[in-house]
């Protein structure tokens, strides 16, 4: 329980932002479940035999009746991820890819990697006009800026390995949803209007599925039927992700691809492989912490920036101080100037991964850092690592009554993706390419500057920052958190694991309470509204280039308490999302 006193700051930074809680929908009929949800967005739900916290409500009421059946957490995560393709196709999908994050009932911490590929065919310098130039429309809004999807092949992986229900079970929910059709809700309209106007209209197969006879989109109420979409679903229910990777659909997606300028070919299809790795992981403050390793960049640097970070007494300074701020901006920065450097897919590049996590290397960037001023980015460049070696996405997060916990972060890349359906499948492809560095030193779409190491290549899976966390307490796994953003996904995670560890906030309050970002280039400190003006005077008087901007981060969170409580929380920026538990 927060204090009286901590409750008043974070409930007056929530209404500075304008931030509020989601509805939560009716449970669908014939799945009687009893949700603990609370309206209050500073206490979290409460349930004790499972819980689920995902973007989508009706894609929650799904995870948590495969709980309720006797599924265990995996079981679930598959059923939800399959679901959120069907009632969040702005970021759920089969067409992309992510990582799955998941800790056993025994206490064995795995990584499941499902990022995309680049085809046979790409080439390094698929993504530069005639004069050398970086072009964004190929490598976001083109055939060629799809990779080879994973998502099927890593739920399926995941559930083989780790679950207990067969594929056709944990699917007939978004087999169902797809062919009877959804409500579209709030965030769906938005997103239809805001982002998929640019890119859904431009192709025939997508303006059919999500825009209507007269030719606008479809609109909060209006029903979304995706027949198409259903099918693609049974064949893989029926018949494995080689219905996907071999298969008709398979099929679909290749023909597209040859009749468009595509790269992705039936072989790229055939090939492609999940791959199971070990986790990054790190110690702060006595709390284990587990994320994904390359080629997700989330886990290194979280790791990275907590060793920073330990070398400074944060609950000394304060939440939403400009100390505290300060010093995590400037331990942010060092972060992602390694990042822009070193980062790379690890079956293509060395990654200095230990040099990165080692405490002796961020205790020479802590002693590095003013608490009184700024060091400009263009005078932080990437470490001297020798002497240490020896954005739009979704994040879900599953808990079962046995205390197994699985964080799933996949994505399209930015909302619908590429907004190519391919063929008659029903099926949304990512533009995942762009996460490659086209040009190294040329930011992406997030800002993001890569190298060498990020270039484009065949077969190779780019860079991510998706960064699906487990934090350990007492050998018990104790918050499982993650986050959709960008770039911004890193920073939105830290502050999740700051917020409990250090500012001992429930994991509602410290879901809801305003964010902050640092990504080295641009130079700038990006604020949500919530924060005190004195703060942000003192520090633009630091040196910090104090830049307002929009809400950042969508976090699904659940705690486990001591007792073996469950304590969800949905980020109350997200439209429509909900945690529910029984």
């Not at 942010?332 to 991964?353: C, I, N, T």
């Not at 997060?397 to 699985?406: E, K, P, Q, Y």
């Amino acid at each position: 329980m927060a204090t009286g006193k901590r409750l008043c700051q974070l409930l007056l930074a929530l209404l500075m932002a304008g931030l509020c809680l989601p509805a939560a929908a009716a449970p669908p009929q014939g799945a009687p479940v009893s949700y603990g949800v609370e309206e209050d967005i500073f206490h979290p739900v409460r349930a004790s035999r499972g819980m689920v916290a995902s973007v989508d409500a009706r894609a929650t009421q799904v995870g948590v009746e495969i709980l309720r059946q006797g599924g265990n957490a995996v079981d679930a995560a598959v059923a939800v991820g399959y679901a959120l393709a069907v009632t969040y196709p702005q970021a759920g999908n089969l067409g992309g890819g992510g990582f799955m994050l998941l800790r056993t009932k025994e206490g064995v911490t795995t990584a499941i990697d499902f990022r995309e590929m680049a085809p046979a065919r790409a080439s390094r310098d698929m993504f530069l006009d005639q004069q050398g130039n970086a072009d964004s429309k190929k490598s976001l809004a083109s055939h060629l800026a799809s990779g080879t999807p994973g998502t099927v092949a890593g739920l399926s992986l995941a559930l083989e390995k780790y679950g207990t229900m067969p594929l056709n079970k944990v699917i007939q929910p978004a087999i169902a949803l797809a062919r009877d059709g959804i409500i579209v809700n709030d965030a769906l309209a938005d997103d239809l209007q805001q982002y998929g106007s640019e890119v859904l209209p431009a192709h025939p197969a997508s303006k059919a599925i999500f825009w209507k006879a007269d030719g606008q989109p479809l609109a909060k109420g209006d029903k979304l039927v995706q027949t198409n979409l259903a099918h693609s679903l049974t064949l893989i229910a029926e018949n494995g992700p080689d219905a996907f990777y071999k298969g008709a659909i398979a099929e679909q997606i290749a023909a597209e691809m040859a009749s468009h300028g595509g790269l992705i070919a039936r072989e790229d299809l055939a090939q492609y492989r999940a791959v199971e790795r070990k986790p990054v992981s790190g110690e702060y403050r006595g709390y284990q912490v587990f994320s994904m390793p390359p080629p997700s960049s989330g886990g290194i640097h979280i790791v990275q920036i907590l060793n920073i970070l330990e070398n400074f007494d944060l609950k000394k300074y304060g939440f939403g101080s400009a100390d505290a701020l300060q010093i995590v901006a400037e331990a942010e920065k060092y972060a992602y100037a390694d990042r822009s450097e070193y980062l790379g897919d690890p079956d293509f590049v060395r990654v200095p991964w230990q040099a990165l996590t080692s405490k002796a290397y961020a205790k020479s960037l802590a002693q590095q850092i003013d608490i009184n001023k700024a060091r400009p980015s263009r005078e932080i460049k990437p470490g001297d690592l020798a002497p240490y070696e020896s954005d739009q996405t979704t994040h879900y997060s599953v808990v079962d009554r046995d205390g197994n916990a699985v964080a799933v972060t996949y994505t399209l890349n930015t909302t619908f993706g590429s907004g190519i359906v391919a063929g008659n499948s029903g099926i949304l492809l990512n533009n995942e390419m762009d996460d490659f560095s086209a040009k190294p030193g040329v930011p992406n779409v997030y800002g993001l500057v890569g190298g060498e190491a990020n270039a484009v290549g065949p077969k190779k899976r780019p860079l991510s920052s998706m960064s699906p966390t487990i934090v350990v307490k007492e050998g018990k796994t104790w918050l499982v958190t993650g986050s959709p953003g960008g770039s911004r996904i890193i920073t939105t995670v830290l502050q999740m694991i700051i917020n409990t560890v250090d500012f001992g906030m429930n994991v509602a309050e410290a879901t809801s309470a305003p964010r902050f970002h640092h990504q080295w280039l641009p130079d700038e400190l990006r604020v949500e509204k919530g924060f005190s003006p004195d703060t942000l005077k003192l520090l633009t008087q630091k040196g910090q280039n104090v830049v307002v901007k929009p809400a950042m981060g969508k976090a699904q969170s659940i705690m486990i308490s001591p007792d073996g409580t469950l304590l969800g929380a949905s980020d109350p920026r997200a439209q429509d999302s909900l945690t529910a538990g029984f």
